[in-house]
């Protein structure tokens, strides 16, 4: 943080305790909010002058921990803080938390089941268990996804903030003109509604999945599990035992996060 920003903060009892308390809360305040903060709203939420506010912004921007909003006067978090967070996920090892898990859902739907993370804009597959049949399922590991398509990217997109809803609809305006934008926020609402969502073939792969979501000790959608097979086998019949399996197996993976923070 630069001097000026110092000497204002300073001047309160804690000296840089206070400053350093400051920074933090502005940290933490964009972490819980669903929507890009204004320098007026973050010093009205913290009780802070705006001039204090600005210049904390300033120090942030300086280290891609927070970024402006193209077009408009306010700022969300920027690739750094991202990148810190992925590592924080990282250094959890939510792979060995979920791999007992996935494997027994593997077990129950004899499908070949996946993990999934959110790792910035988009997210990525950290670990699959294939499925026993001689026709499957694969996937590969570490490429990163778009959030618009397919249910284990639709299942973490359902409880992220609006403006990540916003960028899959331009994304999806983009690649279809045929995009039928109310029928897909109609599916992120039936998915927060049933706690998963289905995909048959939306990313040209021939496979189909069941997903849900899971999330850490402060309710934030980390990632999903999912379920799939190939799109003439899965799920048919077998959806809504399949469904209440994927739901049950995410929730499990979240109760275990949720024991070790």
């Known amino acids: 943080m630069d001097d000026a920003a110092l000497d204002d903060i300073e001047r309160q009892p804690r000296g840089g305790t206070e400053a350093a308390d400051r920074v933090a809360d502005v940290l ?10 204004g320098v007026s ?3 009205r939420s913290l009780g802070i002058s705006k001039a204090v506010v600005h210049r904390i912004l300033q120090s942030l921007m300086s280290r ?7 077009g408009r006067v306010t700022y969300q978090l920027g690739p750094a803080a991202i990148g810190m967070g992925s590592r924080a996920w990282s250094q959890m090892d939510v792979r060995s938390v979920a791999a ?36 499957k399922m694969v996937v590969e590991i570490g490429p990163r996804l778009p959030l618009h398509s397919g249910a284990s990217s639709r299942a ?28 897909f926020l109609d599916e992120l609402a039936a998915t927060r509604r049933r706690g998963y969502t289905i995909s048959y073939n939306e990313r040209g792969t021939g496979g189909a999945s069941i997903a849900a979501a899971f999330f850490d000790a402060a309710g934030n959608v980390v990632g999903s599990l999912s379920a799939s097979g190939p ?31």
Not at 64 to 70: A, C, E, T, Y
């Open 156 to 183: 973490i997109l359902a409880y992220l903030p609006p403006n990540f809803a916003a960028e899959a609809l331009r994304e999806l305006r983009q690649l279809r003109s045929d995009f039928d934008e109310k029928a």
């Open 41 to 43: 709203g973050i010093a």
């Open 28 to 37: 933490l305040l964009f972490a819980r909010s669903d929507e890009p903060l």
């Open 64 to 70: 891609s921990l927070v970024q402006g909003v193209p």
């Open 100 to 135: 007992p898990i996935l494997r027994e859902l593997r077990g129950a739907t004899h499908e070949t089941t996946t993990l999934s993370i959110l790792v910035g804009r988009h997210r990525i597959y950290l670990d699959q268990f294939e499925s026993p049949q001689e026709i």
């Open 231 to 261: 799109v003439f086998r899965y799920p048919g019949d077998h959806e809504p035992e399949h469904a209440a399996l994927v739901v049950a197996a995410a929730e499990r993976v979240t109760e275990a996060l949720r024991g070790t923070t």
